[in-house]
T-cell receptor
Framework: ETGVTQSPTHLIKTRGQQVTLRCSSQSGHNTVSWYQQALGQGPQFIFQYYREEENGRGNFPPRFSGLQFPNYSSELNVNALELDDSALYLC?????????????FGPGTRLTVT | KNQVEQSPQSLIILEGKNCTLQCNYTVSPFSNLRWYKQDTGRGPVSLTIMTFSENTKSNGRYTATLDADTKQSSLHITASQLSDSASYICVVSPNQAGTALIFGKGTTLSVSS
């Protein structure tokens, strides 16, 4: 088990609604990355935050947004939910933003959009 | 286009047997290659990390190999156990600032008794 926690564990929302997912990073980590993992697929990079600033973004629309707080915890917000947003959302924390840093994943939040 | 492809897509083996999972990538240049184990509905857990200059890395019964010339990696699991049943994901980290990790789709391994 890593020291990364996510909440909630499961969530069911209706199309068009908004959702906020939360992630607490491992102690000492200043970087958080968010991923979307559809069933049977590998994780897809959404964005990364380093010291409260967005540091990189994958191919996701602007309705996916995030925040990182001074304690380095993070939120992922998704507006105007679509059925295809149903997935496992993973966050991962690391000591730094470089590609050689180990990323430690949380257990994920399972989002179902109906 | 940077891609990571894994084979086979799924695999069923008997407990105690060995198996080898394959990973081919087109990412260049790359910083490191990682293998993760992901139990169903859980986050991935790192097994090995190799830089481009390393050929092999072991973690208990897991041994990863890397051939940077042919852009291929493999994960060998020795004396499989029921708890090895999971998805194994190959991940390549490009050697470019601000570039995200590139994940394969994973190989689903089922170990039966």
């Amino acid at each position: 088990e890593t020291g990364v926690t996510q909440s909630p564990t499961h969530l069911i929302k209706t199309r068009g609604q908004q959702v906020t997912l939360r992630c607490s990073s491992q102690s000492g980590h200043n970087t958080v990355s968010w991923y979307q993992q559809a069933l049977g697929q590998g994780p897809q990079f959404i964005f990364q935050y380093y010291r409260e600033e967005e540091n990189g973004r994958g191919n996701f629309p602007p309705r996916f947004s995030g925040l990182q707080f001074p304690n380095y915890s993070s939120e992922l917000n998704v507006n105007a939910l679509e059925l295809d947003d149903s997935a496992l959302y993973l966050c991962a924390s690391s000591y730094g933003q470089g590609s050689f840093y180990e990323q430690y994943f949380g257990p994920g939040t399972r989002l179902t959009v109906t | 286009k940077n891609q990571v492809e894994q084979s086979p897509q799924s695999l069923i083996i008997l407990e105690g047997k060995n198996c080898t999972l394959q990973c081919n990538y087109t990412v260049s240049p790359f910083s490191n290659l990682r293998w993760y184990k992901q139990d169903t509905g859980r986050g991935p857990v790192s097994l090995t990390i190799m830089t481009f200059s390393e050929n092999t890395k072991s973690n208990g019964r897991y041994t990863a190999t890397l051939d940077a010339d042919t852009k291929q990696s493999s994960l060998h699991i020795t004396a499989s156990q029921l708890s090895d049943s999971a998805s194994y994901i190959c991940v390549v980290s490009p050697n470019q600032a601000g570039t995200a990790l590139i994940f394969g789709k994973g190989t689903t391994l089922s170990v039966s008794s």
